[in-house]
């Protein structure tokens, strides 16, 4: 199975910051990638696809960038409706596999 | 509009088994594999199962390997999961989520409750 790791588990950032989280996989994957964000009770939100495609009305301050094994999501100016829980996945093989979750909460 | 709406969680004591409901609308059901998540409590997100569009494949995460049937009826825009042999670990909301053409989930319903405890 291809285990996805995601760093950091969570960062405290204010409004106004850029934030980038990172994502590897253990092995290769292309750019079978995808992002999700993730608020409490809540399902999970499509992001980011193929590694760097914007789903769309997704606000361009997401993006993704990455392929093979090394991937980043970033957000450019953070607001207060993006404090969240983010995840990568990958969707290169099954199962499919999640990183651990990054949580961003306000500074 | 796309809408999955997961129904038939709930409490049923270990060994015991259950079967979840995944109602889609707003597109071509049949022309799309379907996937179950599930995310036991204040926990990460686990892909649980996947199906393509005509039934024919299926794909499972070890860890319910043999326990867990996915399955489809496309004449009623409908996805199952039926859940044997049900463990406490097995707790958890399941959401069913579409794959996009493209291969990645794109839509994902709301989620149903399943809680395995005596």
């Known amino acids: 199975d291809i285990q996805m790791t995601q760093s950091p588990s969570s960062l405290s950032a204010s409004v106004g910051d850029r934030v980038t989280i990172t994502c590897r996989a253990s092995q290769g994957i292309s750019n079978y990638l995808t992002w999700f964000q993730q608020k409490p009770g809540k399902a999970p939100k499509s992001l980011i696809y193929a590694a760097s495609s914007l789903q769309s009305g997704v606000p361009s301050k997401f993006s993704g960038s990455g392929s093979g094994t090394d991937f980043t999501l970033t957000i450019s100016s953070l607001q207060p409706e993006d404090f969240a829980t983010y995840y990568c996945q990958q969707y290169n093989s099954y199962p499919w596999t999640f990183g651990q979750g990054t949580k961003v909460e306000i500074k | 509009e796309v809408q999955l709406l997961e129904s038939g969680g709930g409490s049923v004591q270990p060994g015991g088994s259950q079967r979840l409901s995944c109602a889609a609308s707003?597109?071509?059901?049949?022309?799309?594999?379907m996937s179950w998540v599930r995310q036991a409590p204040g926990k990460g997100l686990e892909w649980v199962s996947a199906?393509?569009?005509?039934?024919?494949?299926?794909y499972y995460a070890d860890s319910v390997k043999g326990r867990f049937t996915i399955s489809r009826d496309n004449s009623k825009n409908t996805l199952y999961l039926q859940m044997n042999s049900l463990r406490a670990e097995d707790t958890a909301v399941y959401y069913c989520a579409k794959r996009a053409g493209g291969g990645y989930m794109d839509v994902w319903g709301k989620g149903t409750t399943v809680t395995v405890s005596s």
């Open positions: 707003g597109f071509s059901f049949s022309r799309y594999a």
């Open positions: 199906i393509f569009g005509d039934g024919g494949s299926t």
